[in-house]
């Protein structure tokens, strides 16, 4: 089993900046993929931006050239860096990673972009 902790959400004004971070423990050691998901009131989970173990990256279209998703792999993190936030980008934010293939999701954090 895998736990995942996410932390770093809150309010924030449009235009603002935010950094989440998700920690990963327990059986962790053979983590393949990291990525950031997010869900908005009535919509389905969307993939925000991902990152493999070789250190490929892939962005949405909507937050590409304002987010930014890096990883620890010694510390079993991975972060996200938001800036120029919209008020679109509201909604609660998902780490998911695999774990010999297996796949594990954080309980969520908020971010709401104020306008």
């Known amino acids: 089993q895998v736990q995942l902790v996410e932390s770093g959400g809150g309010l924030v004004q449009a235009g603002g900046s935010l950094r989440l971070s998700c920690a990963a423990s327990?059986?962790?050691?053979?983590?393949?993929?990291m990525g950031w998901y997010r869900q908005a009131p009535g919509k389905q989970r969307e993939l925000v931006a991902e990152?493999?173990?070789?250190?490929?990256?892939n962005y949405a279209d909507s937050v590409k050239g304002r987010f930014t998703i890096s990883r620890e792999s010694a510390k079993r993190m991975v972060y996200l860096q938001m800036n120029s936030l919209k008020p679109e980008d509201t909604a609660v934010y998902y780490c998911?990673?695999?774990?010999?293939?297996?796949?594990?999701w954080g309980q969520g954090t908020q971010v709401t972009v104020s306008s």
């Open positions: 998911k990673v695999r774990s010999s293939f297996v796949p594990y």
């Open positions: 327990g059986d962790s050691f053979n983590i393949n993929y």
């Open positions: 990152i493999t173990s070789g250190g490929n990256t």
